[in-house]
C-alpha cells in the first residue's frame, strides 16, 4: 500500500514535470513577437478595399489653416513625425526630396507634427530644407483618427492617400525612397 | 472539488440500503479523480493519452499547480518589476550585476508575462477545464435522477418511526405524499399494478445547484482573467502641465496589450492635464511628506463628446469609457527657450525632469536642441540652497526653483535614426561650452561663450505620470468569484435528505400501518433529526390513527 502510493506520487511528480517541460517548450517557442514600436514595412491596400482617410482641419506650424480635404483630386503623403524622434530625422532628407520630385506629378506632402512645439518643428523643417507644410498636433488627435482605420501605431508613419481621399498605403517607421516610390506608383491606380 | 470523497469499497451485493444511498453526495466522478491516478494506463497511444489526460485533470494536478501558481507569483511580489516599475529593475541591476541577468534570463523581471508562468497557468486552466466540464454533466444529471425507491424495511434507515392509521395504506401514503409535495420534496410513487403503497420524497437539491453554481463560476473566474489577458490593457503616460494627448499608441510610452488587442481598439477618448497639486507638510518632523496629490483634468470619451473634468487623486482614478486613468507619479518639467548662433529659436519646451531624490525632488534631465547643435545636462532643484557651492534642495514644493545646467555643442547624434533615450544626452560627438555647471533661476538667460547661443529658463511646470489600465475582466471575474463563494456556500450547508413513507394494511384487517424512514449525508452539518421528527410528527397528523390524538409509538435514532 504505501510502496503503491509512493510510486503514485512519483508519477505524478514526474508527469507535472514533462508537462510543464512541455509547455514551456511551446510558450518559448511561440513567444517573441516583440511589440508593435519594432513593426517596420509596408502595408498596401488595393483600388476597392482602401479605408477611406479621416479629414482633418488643424493649424499648420506656421499658424495658416490645413485641412485635408483640400487635398482631393492630388494624391497625399502625410508625414507623421516629431523632431524629437530620431528615425523622423533621419528620414526627412529623402522626404525632401521626393517632395521637390513628385510636385510636379500631383501629388502633395504633408506633415503632421506630433508630440512636438512648433518652435522646435520650424528650427528643424528650417535646417533640413523641408518646404512642405505640417499641421501642429502636439496631443496625437490626428494620429488617432488615422489608428482607427489603419495600423498608424508610432511615429514615424508614412501614409499614401490616394486622389479619391482614400489610404492606399503606408510606411511603417522610416521611409526609404524604394518603399515610396512603390507606394506612389500603385497609389495611382485607382478604380 | 468541495465533495469529500469516500473511498469505494470493494464490489458486494446491491442490497436495498445502497440503492436507497444511491448517488447520495458521493458522485461518480469521485473514482476517477482519486483512483485515476493509480491506475494503470492500458497498452496503445490511447490508453497513455487517455492516462495522461486523467493525470492532468485530477484533482492532485489541479491543486500543485495551484501551489505552483503561488508559489511562482512570490518573485513577482519580491523582486521589482519591469511592467510596473522599469527603474527599480536598472537599480537592482546597478545593485546585483551578477545576478540580475540571470534573474532576467529566468524571466523574474517580467515574473506576470513569463513564459514559465504562462506554463502554470496554461496548464491549471486545462486541467481545471478538463476537470469541471465532465462534472458538469454528471452534477446535471445527480440533480435530474429522481428519488430511489423506498427500501422495504424502513426502521433499517437511520431515522424512522412507525405508527397504526385509521386510514387505508393508500389513503395514508396519498396524505404524507400530498403533506411532502406541500413542503417541496421532490417524490417518487411505486410503478402502477404493483400493489405497494410507498411514496420517496427528496429534498435539497440546492446543494447540488451550489455545486454546480461554483464550478461554473470557477470558469467564469478563469475565463474573466484570460479575457482580461487577451482584450486588456495597460499604457503609461507622461503628461506635463497644459499639454494633451489622444488615447492612441504613438501618443503613449509605454504600451502592453494583451494578445488581441490592435491599435484601433483604444478607447478613443482625449485629456488635458490642466494643473497639478502636490501639498507637502510644512513643519515638523514629517515636513516635506506629501499630504496631497491632485491632477485636475479636462477629458472627451470620444471625440465631440462633451468635455468633462475630473480630480485625480492617489487611488482615486478616473473611469472613463471602462477604462481607468491612474496618477502614479509626478515631477518638475522647467520651460526652457535656446537660441542658436543663427538667432533664431531652436528649442522652447517644457521638459520633463526625473526625480532623483524623491523626498527632495532633486531632479534629472537634458534639453536637446539638435538644430542648434546644443545640448544641456541639467539638475533642477525645487527649493534651492548652495551648501558649500553644491546646489541642494531642502524641500519638494518649488519655492525657490532653479537648475544648474552643463552645455554642450557639436552633433548630437539624433539624425541617425537610431532611437536614444530622451533623458540622456549622448555627449561623444560634443565638447562642453563651459568650465563649470551654470546656475540659474526662472527669467535667467545664459549667453552661451563663443557666440553659440544662449538658453532662457523661462518657468517651472509639473508633470504627472499617468497608468491607463482596460481591464474588461475585472468586473466578470468579481461577479463570478461571489457567485463561486455563494455556491460553495450552498453546498456546505445544504444537505441533501430522503424521506420514505411505507403502508401496509394493519394486522387487524381495518387501517393500516405506516412507517416513516429518513437519511440525509453522514458529513453533512446537523440538525436533521429535528426536521425528521417534526416531519414524522406532520404524517403522523395527517394520517390520524384509530383513537386520537395519533402519537408516533417508537422513534429510532442512530
Known amino acids: 500500500m504505501f510502496r503503491a502510493k509512493r510510486r503514485t506520487v512519483v508519477t505524478v511528480t514526474a508527469v507535472v514535470a514533462v508537462l510543464l517541460a512541455g509547455a514551456l517548450a511551446v510558450t518559448f517557442l511561440t513567444q517573441g513577437k516583440g511589440n508593435a514600436s519594432d513593426s517596420n514595412g509596408t502595408v498596401e491596400y488595393q483600388a476597392g478595399q482602401r479605408p477611406l482617410a479621416p479629414d482633418f482641419t488643424a493649424a499648420s506650424l506656421t499658424g495658416s489653416s490645413i485641412s485635408l480635404s483640400s487635398y482631393r483630386g492630388k494624391t497625399v503623403v502625410l508625414n507623421f513625425w516629431g523632431s524629437w524622434c530620431p528615425p523622423c530625422r533621419a528620414e526627412s532628407p529623402t522626404l525632401a526630396v521626393l517632395s521637390q520630385q513628385y510636385s510636379s506629378k500631383g501629388v502633395a506632402f504633408v506633415g503632421d507634427d506630433v508630440g512636438d512645439t512648433p518652435s522646435n518643428a520650424l528650427a528643424f523643417t528650417r535646417s533640413v530644407g523641408i518646404t512642405y507644410p505640417s499641421v501642429s498636433d502636439p496631443s496625437y488627435l490626428i494620429v488617432q483618427k488615422f489608428s482607427q482605420v489603419a495600423p498608424v501605431s508610432d511615429t514615424p508613419t508614412t501614409v499614401v492617400i490616394d486622389k479619391t481621399g482614400h489610404v492606399a498605403g503606408m510606411v511603417l517607421g522610416e521611409v526609404s525612397y524604394g518603399e515610396l516610390t512603390t507606394l506612389l506608383r500603385n497609389a495611382a491606380v485607382t478604380q | ?558
Open chain 2, 1 to 558: 472539488m468541495t465533495d469529500v470523497h469516500t473511498p469505494q469499497s470493494g464490489p458486494e451485493p446491491v442490497t436495498e440500503q445502497d440503492e436507497a444511498t444511491r448517488s447520495f453526495g458521493t458522485h461518480p466522478d469521485v473514482a476517477d479523480a482519486g483512483a485515476g491516478a493509480d491506475s494503470q494506463p492500458s497498452p496503445g497511444r490511447a490508453g497513455w493519452l487517455r492516462w495522461g489526460w486523467r493525470q492532468l485533470t485530477s484533482m492532485r494536478t489541479a491543486l500543485i499547480l495551484l501551489f505552483l501558481l503561488a508559489l511562482g507569483s512570490i518573485p513577482g511580489s519580491v523582486l521589482p518589476q519591469q511592467g510596473s516599475d522599469p527603474g527599480a529593475v536598472e537599480q537592482y541591476y546597478a545593485s546585483h550585476p551578477a545576478i540580475a541577468p540571470w534573474l532576467s534570463r529566468l524571466g523574474l523581471f517580467n515574473v506576470f508575462a513569463a513564459p514559465w508562468f504562462a506554463a502554470i497557468y496554461l496548464l491549471l486552466f486545462a486541467s481545471l477545464v478538463g476537470c469541471v466540464v465532465p462534472r458538469t454533466f454528471r452534477l446535471v444529471g445527480t440533480a435530474r435522477t429522481p428519488p430511489p425507491r423506498a427500501p422495504r424495511n424502513l426502521d433499517r434507515l437511520p431515522h424512522s418511526s412507525s405508527f397504526p392509521s385509521a386510514l387505508s395504506p393508500e389513503a395514508a401514503v396519498e396524505g404524507a405524499a400530498a403533506l411532502l409535495g406541500r413542503q417541496r420534496f421532490r417524490l417518487r410513487r411505486p410503478d402502477a399494478g404493483r400493489g405497494e403503497h410507498w411514496v420517496s420524497a427528496e429534498k435539497g437539491y440546492l446543494r447540488e445547484v451550489g455545486n454546480l453554481l461554483f464550478h461554473l463560476s470557477l470558469l467564469g473566474v478563469l475565463l474573466s482573467i484570460a479575457a482580461g489577458g487577451l482584450f486588456g490593457y495597460k499604457a503609461d503616460k507622461l503628461l506635463v502641465e497644459g499639454q494633451s494627448f489622444a488615447n492612441t499608441t504613438s501618443a503613449l510610452d509605454e504600451f502592453h496589450p494583451g494578445r488581441l488587442v490592435s491599435g484601433s481598439d483604444l478607447a478613443p477618448f482625449t485629456m488635458t492635464l490642466n494643473n497639478f497639486t502636490a501639498n507637502y507638510i510644512e513643519s515638523g518632523e514629517s515636513r516635506g511628506q506629501p499630504s496631497n496629490f491632485d491632477a485636475d483634468v479636462t477629458y472627451t470619451a470620444s471625440p465631440g463628446a462633451t468635455p468633462g473634468t475630473y480630480h485625480i487623486r492617489i487611488n482615486d482614478p478616473l473611469s472613463v469609457d471602462s477604462l481607468k486613468v491612474y496618477l502614479i507619479g509626478h515631477g518638475y518639467a522647467p520651460e526652457f527657450k535656446v537660441t542658436g548662433a543663427n538667432g533664431q529659436v531652436a528649442y522652447q519646451e517644457a521638459t520633463p525632469f526625473i526625480p532623483a531624490n524623491t523626498g527632495t525632488f532633486l531632479s534629472d534631465g537634458v534639453v536637446k536642441a539638435p538644430d542648434a547643435s546644443l545640448g544641456f545636462m541639467g539638475v533642477f532643484v525645487p527649493t534651492a540652497i548652495s551648501v558649500g557651492g553644491t546646489l541642494e534642495s531642502i524641500f519638494p514644493a518649488a519655492d525657490a526653483p532653479a537648475v544648474s545646467l552643463i552645455g554642450y555643442s557639436g552633433n548630437l547624434g539624433m539624425n541617425n535614426g537610431a532611437s536614444q533615450s530622451v533623458y540622456q544626452l549622448d555627449t561623444t560627438g560634443m565638447t562642453e561650452v563651459s568650465g563649470s555647471p551654470h546656475l540659474m533661476v526662472p527669467g535667467q538667460t545664459w549667453t552661451l561663450p563663443g557666440g553659440k547661443g544662449s538658453i532662457t529658463f523661462v518657468g517651472v511646470k509639473q508633470w504627472v505620470s499617468l497608468a491607463i489600465t482596460y481591464d474588461p475582466g475585472q468586473v466578470p471575474a468579481l461577479v463570478c468569484g461571489i457567485l463561486a463563494l455563494a455556491g460553495l456556500l450552498l453546498s456546505f450547508f445544504v444537505r441533501r435528505r430522503r424521506v420514505f413513507v411505507r403502508a401496509v394494511p394493519a394486522a387487524s384487517g381495518t387501517g393500516s400501518v405506516v412507517t416513516v424512514g429518513g437519511l440525509t449525508r453522514s458529513d453533512a452539518s446537523g440538525g436533521f433529526e429535528e426536521e425528521f421528527a417534526e416531519l414524522a410528527a406532520e404524517i403522523a397528523g395527517a394520517a390520524p390513527g384509530p383513537g386520537s390524538p395519533p402519537g408516533t409509538e417508537s422513534t429510532e435514532e442512530s
